[in-house]
């Protein structure tokens, strides 16, 4: 597991340890086509780290319409809601075909980041990066729906 992990873009390149210290807290796991990884409103239990496979991230409009806001695959992270209370997915996560990933246990690395802060600034450096990467690709898929918008 630990080879696993240190091959994920989340971890590669730190130090070793780190990469077994987080394989601590992981499985492999996989989703077949259409099969719900996370689900709105549900307790944010797991980091998921993919190694195969497609996955939409989807939320749901005021009809209750689902809207895919963004796909994801391979070398990719999928859920950050374990990070911060009160701990609940914001979206579903729906596989688009098979998919292999990387379950790591979020109460168990949130555990081993509060008892070695170096670990823990790391992981959040390494997590904070990949989540402004995502919030940026959102930013331009919505300048891509809605043009440049007049505020006046």
């Not at 989807?58 to 950050?80: A, C, F, I, L, S």
């Not at 081993?112 to 790391?122: L, S």
Request: net charge negative.
């Amino acid at each position: 597991m630990e080879d696993l992990i240190a091959g994920q873009p989340l971890f590669s390149g730190l130090p070793g340890d780190v990469a077994a210290t987080a394989a601590g807290c992981a499985r492999n796991v996989t989703f077949g086509t259409g099969r719900l990884l996370l689900a709105e409103g549900d307790e944010a239990t797991t980091l998921l780290l993919l190694r195969r496979g497609r996955v939409a991230i989807e939320v749901h409009g005021g009809d209750r319409k689902t809207m895919v806001v963004e796909t994801v695959g391979p070398g990719q992270v999928v859920g950050w809601s374990w990070m911060v209370p009160p701990h609940t997915w914001s979206f579903d996560a729906r596989a688009l075909e098979p998919v292999g990933a990387i379950a790591v246990d979020a109460a168990c690395l949130r555990a081993k980041a509060e008892a070695d802060p170096a670990f823990g600034y790391e992981l959040l450096g390494r997590i904070s990066q990949a989540l402004l990467q995502r919030l940026q690709a959102t930013r331009l898929r919505l300048l891509d729906l809605y043009g440049d918008v007049d505020a006046g």
